[in-house]
């Protein structure tokens, strides 16, 4: 039986058409596998958050893969607003091609100067694009501020308790607050107690001082102490008992015995010796407790008095700036004796 040419055609063309659909397809199923491979771009907010002109600040961005496949990412970054005059601040990623899984870091210069960064609220938004234009952006803020680095002093936590006796005392927590990248060490104290009494209540601080680094302090513990009446030992001192040294003429007058005898026979004058040395033994004796010590006890009377007492708090760093609310908002505690 001969084949048909007919249907031998149409098999032929059938084949060439599967063979044409799959090449037509092979491609597509490329391209939609490459636009499944992603990743994803995040940031950490800036440090310092707020800078001055002429610094800067630093962000942390992190790569992370996400499905599928991806090669090297590009990073760039942009600002807004727009300066219209002087140097608009510059913003630039650390590598700026990195692969998912890589934390590059991101940075932001400013100028300082008359013509320098204008201060203000900047935008940054950073964008992260791979091999296959698929895209990732994060976004950053920071501000930027006319003025110089400084920290404010605030109590956190209020003195507890409010009201002791003489005697005790009480503690609150103190936090030194860095403003515009302000880096430093900071000793705190007590600037005034009122009102003004003997005994006042007095302040230690712990840590002392405190030292501000990466943008944070540790808070510092305020114990606030008071004056209390207090019964002590002291040395030992010497009281002489005035009445057994008059035991001291006894021996005189036994010597004096003795000579005036001398004359006399010897076993009378022997016996009369044996005597006298007898009576001078026992008035030694007699004499030790006008030599003996007691033990003496102070009584302290500095006693902080009953009144209401308001502390001032203060601080100074090693250049000799002071908080900047201290014009403002002077961090003060309260205290009660009874």
């Not at 958050?49 to 962000?59: K, N």
């Not at 893969?65 to 760039?76: K, N």
């Not at 002087?86 to 932001?108: F, R």
Request: contains cysteine; glycine residues 8%; proline residues 8%.
């Amino acid at each position: 039986m001969s084949s048909n040419p007919f249907m031998l055609n149409a098999r032929q063309m059938l084949r060439a058409t599967v063979f044409l659909g799959l090449l037509c397809i092979f491609p597509v199923s490329q391209t939609a596998f490459a636009q499944t491979a992603t990743f994803s771009l995040t940031a950490s907010a800036f440090y310092p958050t707020s800078i001055i002109p002429g610094s800067t600040a630093t962000a942390t961005l992190d790569l992370s893969v996400g499905t599928g496949t991806s090669g090297p990412v590009a990073l760039s970054c942009t600002v807004s607003p727009a300066v219209t005059t002087g140097v608009a601040p510059s913003c630039l990623a650390s590598p700026s091609s990195a692969t998912p899984g890589a934390t590059p870091s991101l940075t932001v210069a400013t100028t300082a100067g008359a013509d320098g960064t204008p201060a203000g609220s900047y935008t940054f938004t950073v964008t992260g694009t791979d091999s296959s234009g698929y895209t990732q952006t994060a976004t950053l803020f920071l501000t930027i501020v006319d003025v110089q680095p400084n920290y404010t002093l605030t109590i956190s936590t209020p003195l507890s308790p409010g009201t002791v006796t003489a005697g005790n005392g009480a503690t609150a927590s103190i936090l030194v607050t860095p403003l515009a990248g302000y880096t430093g060490s900071v000793t705190l104290s007590c600037l005034s107690v009122t009102p003004v009494v003997t005994a006042p209540p007095i302040c230690t601080f712990s840590p002392q001082p405190v030292v501000i680094v990466n943008g944070q302090g540790p808070p510092s513990t305020l114990t606030i102490s008071t004056y209390g009446t207090t019964t002590e030992p002291v040395a030992k001192v010497w009281t002489p008992h005035i009445f057994y040294a008059f035991w001291l003429a006894v021996p005189g007058l036994a010597l004096m015995g003795a000579g005036a005898t001398s004359k006399r026979k010897g076993k009378t004058r022997r016996t009369l010796m044996g005597f006298f040395f007898l009576m001078a033994l026992g008035s030694s004796l007699l004499l030790l407790p006008s030599c003996s010590s007691t033990n003496q006890v102070a009584t302290s009377t500095l006693v902080t008095p009953k009144n209401t007492y308001t502390i001032t708090l203060n601080g100074v760093d090693s250049s000799g700036v002071s908080p900047s609310n201290t014009n403002t908002a002077l961090a003060t505690v309260s205290l009660t004796v009874n």
